[in-house]
């Protein structure tokens, strides 16, 4: 009898160590279309790279509350362009991937679908958008 007890315990530790482990690398592979589930369920603190502050997979209760779903939308295809922002400007990525260079700054960093970014006014950078975007924004009046 302990035999079989045994045997089932292995077997949910296995299951367990599959679950916590392997399922959250390829959580990132899977695409979902806007407010995703899984993509809730990995929110993240906010981060700040060069006086830009991002969060990836905000929670669903953050986007509800600034209201990102009526914000208008922008997108565009594989491209490089110099960009300033004469307002700051809050945007919500739906897909997509930039990696972004901030004037006065050596190194770049990566934005990407599930992204909640906040640009200051005044910031200039150039934008090499590395796969297609679709993003919401909010400029600050």
């Not at 060069?50 to 969060?55: A, E, L, M």
Request: a positive charge; charged letters at 25%; one cysteine or more.
């Amino acid at each position: 009898m302990s035999h079989i007890l045994s045997n089932k315990a292995s077997i949910v530790i296995v299951v367990a160590a599959v679950v916590v482990v392997v399922l959250p690398l390829f959580l990132p592979v899977v695409k979902h279309k806007e407010f995703s589930f899984f993509r809730s369920q990995q929110s993240s603190m906010a981060t700040e790279k060069f006086g830009v502050k991002i969060q990836k997979y905000p929670p669903e209760s953050k986007l509800t509350e600034l209201g990102v779903r009526t914000w208008p939308k922008w997108g565009c295809g594989p491209s490089k362009f110099p960009w300033e922002f004469t307002a700051t400007e809050t945007m919500f990525l739906l897909d997509g991937k930039v990696k972004v260079y901030v004037d006065g700054y050596d190194e770049s960093f990566e934005i990407g679908a599930g992204d909640l970014v906040v640009f200051p006014k005044g910031m200039k950078v150039t934008w090499d958008v590395t796969k297609a975007v679709n993003k919401h924004y909010s400029l600050e009046k």
